[in-house]
């Protein structure tokens, strides 16, 4: 492979110098021209806005399906980025809105060409949007900066009261799903209440048997007690009956019983002087037996009228048990459904009261703006010289890619007019 050193590429450039000096000359002349001739200039005008974000708010823990709904409304707007709003600037309806208050042609100036001529820039780490106007006319360029600006901001406006709107009507249709859903289980509370044999009744009932069994055993208790001292006394009484004589034997003499001395003088047809000497004797019952018979007797008696009564005691007992065991039955199903009832009317109630609290807040919103704040911090002024066509500079690029086609015409015209010339490795 031949080699083609440094002093033959020299060479052959002075050899074409004339091929690129021309190529060079024609680039540069034809770059001024366009430059300074042909191409119109463009003047380019800058508003800046400045978007203040408001901080997201945390939401609350434990919140119902309806808190849910209406913190996404609420916040709908708030997670949205700057970059969003950059783009929302170009948005068609915005750039109608431009359009129609600058009265310009829809053919001349279409929605296209309006965002092609229209540039939103974010600078880094900042808040700030700021809108590039380009137009070939200086007034223009400063106008559509500042109506774009400004239809921005009446946009962003817009947009906030629909979603006030949107809030709005959201939590008033929530409101009276809520208060027909309050009034249908208020009515059917009522209905339940108006039931014969309420919770308050069966309560009353329930605390009457509870005291009345409370009674049953207290007297049962008692009578138990009773029963026991009666049988004890009833022990005793036989005890002492059985040691005791059921009658008693007397001796009488019939001279100390006048009415007896006569009965006996008549009987025996025998003078009292001989009959007043006589014995008689007799048997009769024993007075204190008696006594302890009819009391054992009362004993018993009163021994089965407590055994009885204790029977009787039991069977109330138990039977006010039984009903006292249907009654707790009745009384916690319906208790259960009650306690239904009052856990939705309150679940209700706090929905509604928190929907009032929402729909007052949304009220305050709509008279106060507290959604993005976004302000025209800089209006564009008008531009005094234009930032295209940059003539010094295009002059100077042309130069250079003049130059640089030059030299690769160069070499090529030197190959061309060299069929057996063959590039090797370039060596000094």
Same mark, same amino acid.
């Given at each position: 492979?031949?080699?083609?050193?440094?002093?033959?590429?020299?060479?052959?450039?002075?050899?074409?110098?004339?091929?690129?000096?021309?190529?060079?000359?024609?680039?540069?002349?034809?770059?001024? /021209?366009?430059?300074?001739?042909?191409?119109?200039?463009?003047?380019?005008?800058?508003?800046?806005?400045?978007?203040?974000?408001?901080?997201?708010?945390?939401?609350?823990?434990?919140?119902?399906?309806?808190?849910?709904?209406?913190?996404?409304?609420?916040?709908?707007?708030?997670?949205? +980025?700057?970059?969003?709003?950059?783009?929302?600037?170009? *948005?068609?309806?915005?750039?109608?809105?431009?359009?129609?208050?600058?009265?310009?042609?829809?053919?001349?100036?279409?929605?296209?060409?309006?965002?092609?001529?229209?540039?939103?820039?974010?600078?880094?780490?900042?808040?700030?949007?700021?809108?590039?106007?380009?137009?070939?006319?200086?007034?223009?360029?400063?106008?559509?900066?500042?109506?774009?600006?400004?239809?921005?901001?009446?946009?962003?406006?817009?947009?906030?009261?629909?979603?006030? *709107?949107?809030?709005? +009507?959201?939590?008033?249709?929530?409101?009276?799903?809520?208060?027909?859903?309050?009034?249908?289980?208020?009515?059917?509370?009522?209905?339940?209440?108006?039931?014969?044999?309420?919770?308050?009744?069966?309560?009353?009932?329930?605390?009457?048997?509870?005291?009345?069994?409370?009674?049953?055993?207290?007297?049962?208790?008692?009578?138990?007690?009773?029963?026991?001292?009666?049988?004890?006394?009833?022990?005793?009484?036989?005890?002492?009956?059985?040691?005791?004589?059921?009658?008693?034997?007397?001796?009488?003499?019939?001279?100390?019983?006048?009415?007896?001395?006569?009965?006996?003088?008549?009987?025996?047809?025998?003078?009292?002087?001989?009959?007043?000497?006589?014995?008689?004797?007799?048997?009769?019952?024993?007075? /204190?037996?008696?006594?302890?018979?009819?009391?054992?007797?009362?004993?018993?008696?009163?021994?089965?009228?407590?055994?009885?009564?204790?029977?009787?005691?039991?069977?109330?007992?138990?039977?006010?048990?039984?009903?006292?065991?249907?009654?707790?039955?009745?009384?916690?199903?319906?208790?259960? /459904?009650?306690?239904?009832?009052?856990?939705?009317?309150?679940?209700?109630?706090?929905?509604?009261? +928190?929907?009032?609290?929402?729909?007052?807040?949304?009220?305050?919103?709509?008279?106060?703006?507290?959604?993005?704040?976004?302000?025209? /911090?800089?209006?564009?002024?008008?531009?005094?010289?234009?930032?295209?066509?940059?003539?010094?500079?295009?002059?100077?690029?042309?130069?250079?890619?003049?130059?640089?086609?030059?030299?690769?015409?160069?070499?090529?015209?030197?190959?061309?007019?060299?069929?057996?010339?063959?590039?090797?490795?370039?060596?000094?």
């Amino acid at each position: 492979m031949e080699e083609v050193s440094l002093r033959e590429l020299i060479e052959i450039l002075i050899k074409r110098k004339r091929v690129i000096i021309l190529i060079t000359v024609v680039a540069l002349i034809t770059s001024s /021209i366009l430059s300074f001739f042909v191409l119109p200039p463009v003047y380019e005008a800058t508003a800046t806005l400045q978007v203040d974000l408001p901080a997201v708010p945390k939401t609350p823990e434990g919140n119902s399906p309806l808190e849910a709904l209406l913190q996404s409304l609420d916040i709908a707007s708030q997670q949205a +980025s700057l970059e969003t709003y950059r783009y929302q600037v170009t *948005n068609p309806t915005v750039l109608e809105r431009v359009q129609k208050k600058l009265a310009l042609d829809s053919q001349a100036y279409p929605l296209q060409a309006l965002a092609g001529i229209i540039k939103v820039e974010n600078p880094k780490n900042t808040n700030l949007l700021e809108i590039h106007a380009n137009s070939s006319d200086a007034r223009l360029a400063r106008d559509l900066a500042n109506t774009v600006a400004q239809e921005y901001i009446a946009f962003m406006q817009d947009l906030q009261a629909q979603r006030l *709107n949107q809030v709005s +009507s959201t939590i008033e249709a929530q409101q009276n799903k809520e208060e027909e859903k309050l009034n249908q289980v208020m009515e059917e509370y009522r209905q339940f209440l108006a039931q014969p044999r309420s919770v308050k009744q069966l309560n009353a009932e329930l605390e009457a048997k509870v005291q009345l069994l409370t009674e049953f055993k207290t007297n049962l208790s008692k009578t138990q007690v009773e029963l026991d001292g009666t049988r004890r006394a009833l022990e005793a009484a036989e005890t002492k009956l059985a040691g005791t004589p059921a009658t008693l034997k007397t001796v009488k003499v019939v001279g100390d019983d006048p009415l007896l001395l006569n009965i006996t003088e008549s009987k025996t047809g025998r003078p009292s002087q001989e009959v007043a000497g006589l014995k008689l004797e007799d048997e009769e019952p024993n007075p /204190i037996y008696l006594s302890l018979a009819t009391q054992a007797d009362t004993y018993r008696m009163q021994v089965a009228q407590l055994q009885e009564k204790i029977t009787s005691l039991q069977e109330q007992i138990k039977s006010t048990e039984k009903e006292l065991q249907v009654l707790q039955e009745e009384l916690a199903q319906k208790q259960l /459904i009650d306690d239904k009832y009052q856990a939705q009317i309150k679940n209700l109630q706090e929905n509604f009261r +928190s929907l009032m609290v929402r729909s007052e807040d949304a009220r305050v919103a709509g008279s106060l703006d507290t959604s993005v704040q976004t302000r025209l /911090i800089a209006p564009a002024v008008e531009p005094s010289s234009p930032v295209r066509p940059r003539k010094l500079l295009n002059t100077a690029v042309a130069t250079l890619l003049g130059l640089m086609v030059g030299v690769l015409a160069a070499f090529f015209l030197e190959a061309w007019n060299a069929p057996d010339y063959r590039t090797g490795k370039i060596t000094e």
